[in-house]
């Protein structure tokens, strides 16, 4: 696939009444800051007839007035936090073509060609908190390519993002309006109540310099790795593929009734996701062969709107994320039905309520985390998590719901992201109550999945 890129340019907020907002700084909340720092990349694909750019850019310009952080800069504000720089420096707006129709074009599935419909983001650090690529192709079809620095929003805020855009594009008021309120939400409390386990949580010790005797003394001394990680990482980085499964409808009923099944009337059945993950867990750790003995846990997002007390609004602008950990004997939880995945999925993510946050709010507030100089457990630059998994759920976030005119997208997927272990779950574009699932694993490991995912043991 060749892909042109025609132009490039800055794109900043525009208000109705034409003044100038003010410059100020807004610090980043506590969940801003222990989430992945990393610009994350999707695919959206939308079927003629699509609005000219010049639409698209005033739709855009329009939005960024209501959602400023995106044309902001990420620094250090006046008390040394972390913040987000409110100076409308605008984002990045590219339009591209591709001289063929969309069909014939674009593989619909995980492939690094995917990469070229986004602007770059695995080049190092990116200015701009927002980038977008316009791509068209000769049958009339567009691709956009949104790639967005994680620190900002996280998926509910992103989607929500989205779909104003689309109103803004064809003329409609942005309703309802961002909650943008981070820097005073989430106050700790007074006295604090850390009534939960948050180093090697949330938090971890960094590794510490690694010393090796020096040849002929007795001295030790301090060996810069930097150089032997990276070539492990690139060794590891050829082995690792991305494939994509389709979930129907029906396989998802079926999961989800042999899950359920032996529990008590008054028990509730397990959910959709709770049934997925569980088996997707025992499909991952029997391709990768581990055996009893061997732990493996999973990392799954839990959104806190619906979960603190009051409720925070699904409009709020930023992070509201946090992670449930359960966690396995590899040979058990293979050789046990999948109910026992599912009940230590629903036990793990359950504890993760209202109390959970707050005591959250309270450890990264208390100065712990700079004292102890801890830093996030969610860190993007691991290649490899066996024998373990990160699982990101999308299937309760509005992405289809984006409309710049023409309709709705016929197609949406997560970039080509490269880290073994990872899983994303997405709503199927079928709209049918299908799933797919994004799988990141070694390619050994990928061949036996493949075997395997669609047994319900």
């Known amino acids: 696939m060749k ?12 208000y109705e009444d034409g003044a100038a907002a003010e410059t100020e700084w807004m610090p980043l909340s506590v969940f801003d800051t222990v989430t992945y720092s990393e610009n994350v990349a999707i695919i959206y694909a939308f079927r003629p007839p699509n609005p000219p750019s010049a639409a698209l850019e005033d739709g855009l310009a329009r939005t960024l007035a209501v959602y400023r952080e995106w044309a902001g800069r990420l620094g250090r504000g006046p008390d040394g936090r972390r913040a987000v720089l409110l100076n409308d420096a605008g984002v990045r707006f590219v339009e591209a073509t591709v001289d063929a129709p969309l069909a014939v074009a674009v593989p619909f599935r995980p492939s690094p060609e995917v990469k070229r419909l986004h602007p770059t983001i695995d080049d190092g650090p990116v200015e701009e908190l927002l980038q977008v690529q316009v791509t068209r192709f000769s049958c009339g079809s567009m691709v956009l390519g949104f790639a967005s620095n994680h620190s900002i929003a996280d998926g509910q805020a992103t989607g929500n993002f989205l779909v104003a855009w689309g109103l803004a594009t064809r003329r409609l008021p942005v309703e309802p309006l961002p909650v943008r309120d981070r820097s005073t939400r989430f106050m700790p409390r007074d006295p604090p109540i850390v009534g939960f386990q948050h180093r090697e949580t949330e938090y971890k010790v960094p590794a510490q310099p690694k010393k090796r005797e020096a040849d002929g003394g007795e001295v030790d001394y301090e060996v810069d790795y930097e150089e032997e990680e990276e070539e492990i990482g690139a060794a590891a980085h050829d082995k690792i593929k991305v494939h994509k499964v389709h979930f129907t ?18 028990r509730r059945g397990y959910t959709t996701f709770e049934s997925v993950v569980a088996h997707l867990w025992r499909a991952v750790t029997a391709a990768r062969g581990l ?31 946090l992670w449930a950990f359960p966690r396995c004997d590899a040979g058990d939880l293979v050789s046990r039905p999948v109910q026992h995945a599912a009940e230590l999925i629903h036990r793990a993510v359950v504890v993760v309520d209202d109390a959970y946050f707050r005591s959250f709010v309270d450890f990264a ?8 100089r801890l830093v996030p457990t969610a860190d993007s630059n691991q290649l490899v998590l066996c024998p373990n998994l990160e699982l990101d759920s999308w299937l309760g976030i509005n992405f289809y719901d984006l409309d710049f005119g023409g309709g709705c997208p016929f197609f949406f ?33 990928l061949n036996e999945f493949k075997k395997i995912c669609y047994d319900i043991a």
């Open 365 to 372: 507030s208390s100065g712990a985390v700079e004292s102890e």
């Open 413 to 445: 997927m997560p970039s080509y992201f490269l880290m073994e272990g990872t899983l994303f779950l997405v709503p199927s574009f079928l709209g049918d109550g299908s799933i797919e699932v994004y799988v990141g694993l070694f390619e050994n490991h």
């Open 3 to 14: 892909v042109k890129v025609e132009s490039s340019r800055i794109v900043r907020p525009r």
């Open 291 to 321: 055996g009893a003995g061997e732990t493996t846990n999973i990392r799954l997002s839990v959104n806190g709107r619906a979960r603190m007390r009051p409720p925070v609004p699904r409009d709020y602008f930023g992070n509201l994320v």
């Open 249 to 266: 409808k029906e396989f998802v009923a079926r999961l989800k009734a042999r899950t359920s099944s032996g529990l008590p009337p008054s």
